[in-house]
Nanobody, 120 residues
Framework: VQLQASGGGLVQAGGSLRLSCVAS????????MGWFRQAPGKEREFVAAIRRKDFTNTADSVKGRFTISRDNAWNTVYLQMNSLTPEDTGVYYCACGANWSTRSTRYEYWGQGTLVTVSS
């Protein structure tokens, strides 16, 4: 499976971004897709995951602000990020795994990451 993430950039606090991740190489619909992020000097952390069409989980730190969704017809998963704060700054990675999990070690395939920078 190859994953290509895009949509990162520089945004002011309170703004929005939508990240996309396109998967290729395997059957997409049966996999769990996740988003993780890593801030400078910090460990990678779970952001959101989705299985099938609408079974989702979102980290408490972003709940109510971030929404994960997927379009199986286009093998794409999205992360809509609203009300961004400087604490959301980091490299965002999409990942793909056979099992449902919020743990990064349970995901077999990873994209290259896309940088999100939120200015105050």
């Amino acid at each position: 499976v190859q994953l290509q993430a895009s949509g990162g950039g520089l945004v002011q606090a309170g703004g929005s971004l939508r990240l996309s991740c396109v998967a290729s190489g395997r059957t997409f619909v049966s996999y769990t897709m996740g988003w993780f992020r890593q801030a400078p000097g910090k460990e990678r952390e779970f952001v959101a995951a989705i299985r099938r069409k609408d079974f989702t989980n979102t980290a408490d730190s972003v709940k109510g602000r971030f929404t994960i969704s997927r379009d199986n017809a286009w093998n794409t998963v999205y992360l809509q990020m609203n009300s961004l704060t400087p604490e959301d700054t980091g490299v965002y990675y999409c990942a793909c795994g056979a099992n449902w999990s919020t743990r990064s070690t349970r995901y077999e395939y990873w994209g290259q990451g896309t940088l999100v920078t939120v200015s105050s």
